[in-house]
């Protein structure tokens, strides 16, 4: 089994007057938290909605202290999640090339960098947490020490969401080939369970920056397989980026945010707006 992505035509949140709106997560409720980049500062603004196609803006919901660990470039490319009655909502920050990954009702360092050498030495970042069981678990990428630096994801544990444990298997998934969608890297995982496994929307950039988005499989969520599958941006607004995205589970079907941009760039001013799409299980042996 495999799936197709069907996106919706237009932008369903436009950016504005920012440079770039990107990097939604959608809880139930309809409920948004992404990024705005004003032209020197990612912020986390928030949106509401009926039913998640027409979104109403509500403002910057969090912005970094320069006083603090968060430095003053970004505190946004966060994850929410609703649980246990309450909405929790875990960050990145830190000064570029610096990111560490903060909870915001706290406002303190929740997953720090690896030790010297790791993998994920000198960045962790872009947040994805889900919840199975007594555990929540969260996908995140990490950066090395190379030049230029490595990319990849990996997964840390946590009984209450401020105590993190990482994995000893990550990293948990690898860039691509040479001449493939993802050599250049590879982050902004999206997790979710279906069918039986654990499904993976993931960000991979190429050699030219472009930005799409792959799929993997896991029946364990954390030993995965990537699938021969890779979405594109489907129009000109997000021809040569789609990326971020979140999924949420709607009825039986999966809905997907993502961002889009129409410039190759690994970071802002890519005239960033958020999209959205579903995704159509297709069983392939079938054709379907």
């Known amino acids: 089994m495999t799936f197709a992505f069907d996106e919706?035509?237009?932008?369903?949140l436009m950016r504005g007057a920012y440079s770039d709106a990107l990097a939604?997560?959608?809880?139930?409720g309809f409920k948004m938290y992404y990024s705005v980049f004003d032209g020197h500062t990612w912020h986390t603004a928030r949106a509401t909605s009926q039913d998640g196609l027409r979104w109403q803006q509500q403002g910057i919901q969090l912005s970094p202290n320069p006083a603090t660990w968060e430095d003053s470039y970004i505190a946004g490319n966060g994850s929410a999640l609703q649980d246990g009655g309450q909405v929790w909502h875990w960050y990145e920050a830190g000064p570029s090339g610096g990111f560490r990954i903060g909870l915001e009702?706290?406002?303190?360092?929740?997953?720090?960098?690896?030790?010297?050498?790791?993998?994920?030495?000198?960045v962790v970042a872009d947040p994805y947490v889900i919840r199975v069981g007594l555990y929540l678990f969260m996908y995140y990428l990490g950066q090395d020490r190379?030049?230029?630096?490595?990319?990849?994801?990996?997964?840390?544990?946590?009984?209450?969401?401020?105590?993190?444990e990482k994995l000893r298997t990550n990293p948990i998934l690898e860039p691509?080939?040479?001449?493939?969608?993802?050599?250049?890297?590879?982050?902004?995982p999206a997790?979710?369970?279906?069918?039986?496994?654990?499904?993976?929307?993931?960000?991979?950039?190429?050699?030219?920056?472009?930005?799409?988005?792959?799929?993997a499989r896991s029946t364990d969520g954390v030993h995965w397989q990537k699938q021969p599958v890779v979405f594109s941006g489907a129009h000109e607004w997000d021809s040569k980026v789609i990326c971020d995205p979140t999924v949420l589970i709607d009825n039986g079907q999966i809905r997907v945010w993502f961002g889009g941009g129409n410039v190759a760039r690994p970071d802002e001013r890519l005239n960033?707006?958020?999209?959205?799409?579903?995704?159509?299980?297709?069983?392939?042996?079938?054709?379907?």
Request: aromatic share 12%; glycine share 14%; hydrophobic share 25%.
């Open 191 to 215: 997790v979710w369970q279906s069918n039986g496994y654990y499904w993976m929307l993931y960000t991979g950039r190429d050699r030219q920056e472009y930005r799409r988005i792959g799929l």
């Open 105 to 122: 009702r706290t406002r303190q360092v929740v997953l720090d960098h690896g030790p010297y050498m790791s993998w994920d030495e000198r």
């Open 146 to 164: 190379s030049a230029p630096p490595r990319q990849r994801i990996g997964v840390a544990r946590s009984p209450d969401g401020i105590h993190w």
């Open 24 to 28: 939604p997560s959608v809880v139930p």
């Open 176 to 188: 691509g080939d040479p001449g493939s969608f993802d050599e250049n890297g590879l982050g902004e």
């Open 8 to 12: 919706y035509p237009e932008p369903v």
């Open 272 to 288: 960033g707006q958020i999209g959205y799409g579903t995704l159509r299980p297709m069983d392939v042996t079938l054709g379907k």
